[in-house]
């Protein structure tokens, strides 16, 4: 079956670094697009960005543009978020999701919490 395994999360101080990663398997990784999504307390899941199946593009809410990168092994099926210059507000648990169609993702990963001291 398909399994998405995220890691990498911790704690962190405001203006540091984490990266994330996605172990995927179960599913052709190669040919399909991924999304990094978030959640944190009291508030609704949101999209963080995407990357498609080739990983020669990519997208972000506007809220992490300039800090995160997204990238993607294809031959590792992995797939990762670099975080830089992290925010208190940051704080969330974070999703790698696979099997992109419009805005909807069909697998998700269990999530890895990453907290932002200030």
């Not at 999360?9 to 990784?29: D, E, H, I, P, Y």
Request: hydrophobic content about 30%.
């Amino acid at each position: 079956q398909v399994q998405l395994v995220e890691s990498g999360g911790g704690l962190v101080q405001a203006g540091g670094s984490l990266r994330l990663s996605c172990a995927a398997s179960g599913l052709t990784f190669r040919s399909i697009d991924m999304g990094w999504f978030r959640q944190a307390p009291g508030k609704e899941r949101e999209f963080v960005g995407r990357i498609d199946w080739s990983g020669s593009r990519t997208d972000y809410a506007d809220s992490v543009k300039g800090r995160f990168t997204i990238s993607r092994d294809n031959a590792k099926s992995t797939l990762y978020l670099q975080m830089n210059s992290l925010k208190p507000e940051d704080t969330a648990v974070y999703y790698c999701a696979a099997d992109r169609h419009g805005v909807e993702y069909t697998y998700w990963g269990q999530g890895t919490q990453v907290t932002v001291s200030s």
